[in-house]
T-cell receptor, first 111, second 114 residues
Framework: DAKTTQPNSMESNEEEPVHLPCNHS???????IHWYRQLPSQGPEYVIH???SNVNNRMASLAIAEDRKSSTLILHRATLRDAAVYYC????????????FGQGTRLTINP | DAGVTQSPTHLIKTRGQQVTLRCSPI?????VSWYQQVLGQGPQFIFQ???????GRGNFPDRFSARQFPNYSSELNVNALLLGDSALYLC?????????????FGSGTQLSVL
């Protein structure tokens, strides 16, 4: 699985968009990009995943660079409940379920 | 529907003791994985079971073992506890084998080794 690099922390204001970057320069053509987040005192929670095209769901959007060496998780309108540690993970599509978590980005939302 | 449930939520043990942690996956999920999360770090993969067979193992010593039962619930056992085993132990389940299936995590068991 490719190594990912994320900023240690980011800060934003409530009701503003948040862009969380992730670099995965060693990603291979068959690696998926997954995002999970971990709220305080809880287990990680799935956010979104994609391969090449940008993806949208009710929680967030995932923008994947054309060369796939980076991606950005977009929270369109942050709320206080979005304060969490966000993990960017690349995962080889071969049946393995092992998620390799890095340090993640600690997102703080100001009211 | 109930999510992934883990028991107990908190546990205190002393060095050298043994501990068993339990996990019940979401109904219909056949795959269970275990992760260890030390304070301030991301979770680290320990084991993965699918249809009662071990399908993956992380870089953990043989003191760590696990099993999956016919009802797909799982137990994680740790023998000869060390202070460094103090961590949050997370269980996650998935419906099947595909990596496009998202993992559902429980809230974890907080283990403290004194």
């Amino acid at each position: 699985d490719a190594k990912t690099t994320q900023p240690n922390s980011m800060e934003s204001n409530e009701e503003e968009p948040v862009h969380l970057p992730c670099n995965h320069s060693t990603i291979s053509g068959t690696d998926y990009i997954h995002w999970y987040r971990q709220l305080p005192s809880q287990g990680p929670e799935y956010v979104i995943h994609g391969l090449t095209s940008n993806v949208n769901n009710r929680m967030a959007s995932l923008a994947i660079a054309e060369d796939r060496k980076s991606s950005t998780l977009i929270l369109h309108r942050a709320t206080l409940r979005d304060a969490a540690v966000y993990y960017c993970i690349t995962l080889l599509f071969q049946g393995a379920q092992k998620l390799v978590f890095g340090q993640g980005t600690r997102l703080t939302i100001n009211p | 529907d109930a999510g992934v449930t883990q028991s107990p939520t908190h546990l205190i043990k002393t060095r050298g003791q043994q501990v068993t942690l339990r996990c019940s996956p979401i109904s219909g999920h056949k795959s269970v994985s275990w992760y260890q999360q030390v304070l301030g770090q991301g979770p680290q993969f320990i084991f993965q079971y699918y249809e009662k067979e071990e399908r993956g193992r992380g870089n953990f010593p043989d003191r760590f073992s696990a099993r999956q039962f016919p009802n797909y619930s799982s137990e994680l056992n740790v023998n000869a506890l060390l202070l460094g085993d103090s961590a949050l132990y997370l269980c996650a389940s998935r419906r099947d084998w595909s990596t496009n299936e998202k993992l559902f995590f429980g809230s974890g068991t907080q283990l403290s080794v004194l």
